[in-house]
Nanobody, 126 residues
Framework: QVQLVESGGGLVQAGGSLRLSCAAS????????MGWFRQAPGKEREFVAT????????AYGDSVKDRFSISRDNAKNTVFLQMNSLKPEDTAVYYC???????????????????WGQGTQVTVSS
């Protein structure tokens, strides 16, 4: 059974930082593309960041570029999202997603992901 479990969400003031983690179990994602998406109340799910299986390639949504950083530790089967200079508009449920095992390319398209975590709430107060 494949499982992605996010952690690290919480309440933070504007300008602060949070680090989200996504731990994969049940099946290795060590060489699979991974991504982070978010969904705010009343809005569609939005691409945040993605990373290739090796970690050598990354891409970011325009709204988070230069503030967020995605990384991975393949030895621990874990993906991270470092979020700096947080804004109230970053408030959302953040989801970790995994591409099919063996597909190393990153993707900004949520339809290319087969596995999803349950989400972690991030709330940024002004």
């Amino acid at each position: 059974q494949v499982q992605l479990v996010e952690s690290g969400g919480g309440l933070v003031q504007a300008g602060g930082s949070l680090r989200l983690s996504c731990a994969a179990s049940g099946r290795t994602f060590r060489w699979s593309g991974m991504g982070w998406f978010r969904q705010a109340p009343g809005k569609e799910r939005e691409f945040v960041a993605t990373i290739s299986g090796s970690g050598g390639d990354t891409a970011y949504g325009d709204s988070v570029k230069d503030r967020f950083s995605i990384s991975r530790d393949n030895a621990k089967n874990t993906v991270f999202l470092q979020m700096n200079s947080l804004k109230p508009e970053d408030t959302a449920v953040y989801y970790c997603a995994g591409r099919p095992v063996g597909l190393a390319r990153m993707s900004e398209d949520e339809n290319r992901y087969d596995y999803w975590g349950q989400g972690t709430q991030v709330t940024v107060s002004s």
